[in-house]
C-alpha cells in the first residue's frame, strides 16, 4: 500500500490558520483584562517587614548562591528536594480513608 506524500493542505495556510487564531485569542484576552481593570480598582497592602527593608528577597543569600554556583562548591541535597515536592502527596494519601468493604 502506497501513502500519498502530497496533501490538500499546505504547510503555510496551516501556520496561518494557528496564528489567526492565538491572534484572535490574545486580542480577547486583553479585551477581558481592560474591561476587568476599567471596572475595578485594585489596592496592595505590604506588610511591615516587607516595607520596611524594601524587598522580601535576601540578596545576600542569593548572592552567595551565585558565588557557590560560579566556583562549583554549591551542593544540592536531591532527596531533600523530592521529599518536599513528595509530602503533599504522601499527606494526601493519609487523609484519604480506605473504602469499606462489604
Not at 71 to 76: E, Q, R
Request: hydrophobic share 30%; proline share 3%; no cysteine.
Amino acid at each position: 500500500m502506497k501513502i500519498e506524500s502530497t496533501s490538500n493542505t499546505s504547510l503555510a495556510s496551516l501556520q496561518n490558520g494557528t496564528q489567526r487564531a492565538s491572534q484572535s485569542d490574545a486580542k480577547e484576552a486583553v479585551g477581558n483584562v481592560q474591561q476587568a481593570g476599567s471596572t475595578k480598582n485594585s489596592t496592595v497592602n505590604l506588610s511591615a517587614a516587607r516595607a520596611a527593608n524594601g524587598s522580601d528577597i535576601d540578596t545576600a543569600k542569593v548572592e552567595s548562591i551565585k558565588a557557590a554556583t560560579r566556583d562549583g562548591s554549591l551542593t544540592i541535597d536531591t532527596s531533600k528536594i523530592a521529599d518536599g515536592i513528595l509530602s503533599p502527596a504522601r499527606d494526601l494519601l493519609k487523609s484519604k480513608t480506605p473504602p469499606t468493604g462489604g
